[in-house]
T-cell receptor, first 112, second 113 residues
Framework: AQSVTQLGSHVSVSEGALVLLRCNYS??????LFWYVQYPNQGLQLLLK??????LVKGINGFEAEFKKSETSFHLTKPSAHMSDAAEYFC??????????FGSGTKLNVKP | ETGVTQTPRHLVMGMTNKKSLKCEQHLGHNAMYWYKQSAKKPLELMFVYSLEERVENNSVPSRFSPECPNSSHLFLHLHTLQPEDSALYLC????????????FGQGTRLTVV
């Protein structure tokens, strides 16, 4: 069975501050991990993904995430928040069977 | 046209109506999905089609009826819905290889009155 837990349904940061969105997963098989972003009334857009290889993955818009197997975590970070980063972020896990399981989402608010 | 396209973008329907949501993907993928996104709830996987066969039905009420006539098209037929079915319905597609991401459409905002 697979599942995802995102700690914090709402995160608020100041513009220019570090963004840290937390994701922990549960998987009985080696996981594939994803972060998506969703703007209001839009679909989900892929930010980055981890499949195999390097555990630190870089994505679009300056985001990156690190896969830590020992901690079953895949936290999303960005060194300096921008107003345009305000959105909802979803962590997801999948397996070889291509079923994607999503966390409940974290809404990021960026204060000027 | 590229990506995953959903129509209509917005739909208001009465509880006795019958309507259909359409999803089309131009990515050559062989798996397609319907998700339901309600306020304050996690994304709910409703149906999965792989190679045009339904491989997942997550205890979805029978008033939702999916159809996948070919690998590029996916429909969700709706009838006698309830107000609690109001939500954003998202279609996605992927290549069934396990390590690729799902690509999402823009969604259909459904309101049941």
């Amino acid at each position: 069975a697979q599942s995802v837990t995102q700690l914090g349904s709402h995160v608020s940061v100041s513009e220019g501050a570090l963004v840290l969105l937390r994701c922990n997963y549960s998987s009985s098989v080696p996981p594939y991990l994803f972060w998506y972003v969703q703007y209001p009334n839009q679909g989900l857009q892929l930010l980055l993904k981890y499949t195999t290889g390097a555990t630190l993955v870089k994505g679009i818009n300056g985001f990156e995430a690190e896969f830590k197997k020992s901690e079953t975590s895949f936290h999303l970070t960005k060194p300096s928040a921008h107003m345009s980063d305000a959105a909802e972020y979803f962590c997801a896990v999948s397996s070889n069977f291509n079923k994607f399981y999503f966390g409940s989402g974290t809404k990021l608010n960026v204060k000027p | 046209e590229t990506g995953v396209t959903q129509t209509p973008r917005h739909l208001v329907m009465g509880m006795t109506n019958k309507k259909s949501l359409k999803c089309e993907q131009h990515l050559g993928h062989n798996a397609m999905y319907w998700y339901k996104q309600s306020a304050k709830k996690p994304l709910e996987l409703m149906f999965v089609y792989s190679l045009e066969e339904r491989v997942e039905n997550n205890s979805v009420p029978s008033r939702f009826s999916p159809e996948c006539p070919n690998s590029s098209h996916l429909f969700l037929h709706l009838h006698t819905l309830q107000p609690e079915d109001s939500a954003l319905y998202l279609c996605a597609s992927s290549q069934e290889s396990g390590n690729t991401e799902a690509f999402f459409g823009q969604g259909t905002r459904l309101t049941v009155v």
